[in-house]
């Protein structure tokens, strides 16, 4: 059983930085995609990062560029770094592993980033 533990938010001002971790136990020898999540207040949770194999990255268009998403394998381990952090940035910050075959998702607590402005 994958179980996945987050780390690194907090209070931030507008303008600064956190970098967040996730991690992973158990067997994740097939999982496809690592990758960030985040849902704010009253909104549905939406798509923030994700690293795949070769260390491919793609980003939401509204972090693009101050945030970056990595992968520690050997430490079973993956990070957010995000900077010039905005208000627009506060929310529940989730680590989510996807396998494609067969599909399924685990998912990590959550952890919270507020930005103050």
């Known amino acids: 059983q994958v179980q996945l533990v987050e780390s690194g938010g907090g209070l931030v001002q507008a303008g600064g930085s956190l970098t967040l971790s996730c991690v992973s136990s158990g067997d994740i020898s097939r999982i496809d995609v690592m990758g960030w999540y985040r849902q704010a207040p009253g909104k549905q949770r939406e798509l923030v990062a994700t690293?795949?194999?070769?260390?491919?990255?793609n980003y939401a268009d509204s972090v693009q560029g101050r945030f970056t998403i990595s992968r520690d394998m050997a430490q079973n381990t993956a990070y957010l770094q995000m900077n010039s952090l905005k208000p627009e940035d506060t929310a529940v910050y989730y680590c989510?592993?996807?396998?494609?075959?067969?599909?399924?998702?685990?998912w990590g607590q959550g952890t919270q980033v507020t930005v103050s402005s």
């Open positions: 989510n592993l996807h396998r494609t075959w067969p599909e399924f998702d685990y």
């Open positions: 690293i795949v194999s070769g260390d491919i990255t």
